[in-house]
């Protein structure tokens, strides 16, 4: 649960491309992943100290092509025992309960939004195609100022081909 969890929140991953995260997408000498995700579009993201060291752990014990969520997991773990261990998660945090799995995605946009002020490195995190996405996806965290910049950018996008 804690390497799906943290390759969202650190990665910025979608849930259901890390899920599927195997090995071979693994690079420990760089700490990097690359990968394949939404639209079959190839990716690469640095991994953090925390992330690296889970992913070097499941890569050491997975078959191969095994995702390596799975390698950490028990075999009796499914999607149904994961909602479940999330939920008794958030309780035991008091977290609130509309919290899903994808916010950790929107958590790490806004964490590196906020360390670089560079909407052009959040969108390259997320691997949206389009910018206004990015934006969008931070401007409930500063609506004035995001929304501002969303109108702004707009009309370039247009002409954009």
């Known amino acids: 649960m804690q390497l799906y969890l943290l390759l969202q929140l650190d990665a910025g991953m979608r849930s259901g491309t890390a899920v599927r995260i195997t090995a071979t997408d693994w ?67 008091t977290i609130r309960e509309e919290l899903r799995p994808h916010d950790l995605r929107r958590t790490a946009a806004t964490r590196l939004y906020n360390h670089t002020k560079d909407l052009r490195l959040v969108q390259q995190l997320l691997g949206h195609r389009s910018l206004s996405n990015t934006i969008r996806y931070l401007a409930p965290h500063d609506p004035g100022a995001l929304k501002a910049l969303l109108e702004q950018v707009k009309p370039q996008l247009r002409r954009t081909p």
């Open 27 to 93: 690079k420990p000498e760089a700490k990097q992943l690359t990968f394949t995700t939404k639209g079959n579009r190839k990716m690469s993201v640095p991994a953090t100290e925390r992330l690296a060291k889970l992913l070097s752990t499941a890569a050491a014990i997975a078959a191969p092509g095994q995702p390596l969520v799975a390698a950490l997991a028990s075999p009796s773990e499914n999607k149904a025992t994961w909602q479940h261990r999330w939920a008794r998660l958030k309780r035991k945090a």
